[in-house]
């Protein structure tokens, strides 16, 4: 079997990974999702509502941006009494890569 054979072949079928990282891709392309990531970096958990106050969005729509973020795996939830906070799940080493790649980025921004 020729290279382009293998390529085309591993195009027209996406392994468990390539459907990993577009959820991951597709969870982090909407601005607010990523800026939810982003304060993360820095905040080693944080409460929904305190998601929404900095995210200028209601708790619901908060709520909805996590879901989406859990669902990628890039995030976990956590309930301590009646709160239910939220931190990244340093466990995936895609979130340990992006937030390598984050942390470099904002060193280097002007």
């Known amino acids: 079997m ?5 390529i085309q072949q591993e195009v027209k079928s996406p392994n468990e990974t390539d459907r990993r990282l577009v959820a991951v891709f597709k969870a ?3 601005m607010t999702r990523f800026r939810i990531f982003r304060l993360l970096i820095d905040q080693p958990r944080i ?3 305190e998601i929404a106050k900095l995210s200028h969005v209601s708790s619901p ?3 909805q941006h996590i879901k989406i973020l859990v669902h990628a795996q890039l995030l976990e939830k956590q309930r301590t009494g009646k709160k239910i906070y939220s931190r990244l799940d340093r466990t995936n080493p895609v979130v340990r890569e992006l937030v390598r790649s984050i942390k470099k980025n904002i060193k280097t921004e002007p």
């Open 2 to 6: 020729n290279t382009r054979t293998i």
């Open 47 to 49: 409460s929904i509502s």
């Open 28 to 30: 982090l392309g909407d």
């Open 61 to 63: 729509l908060a709520s």
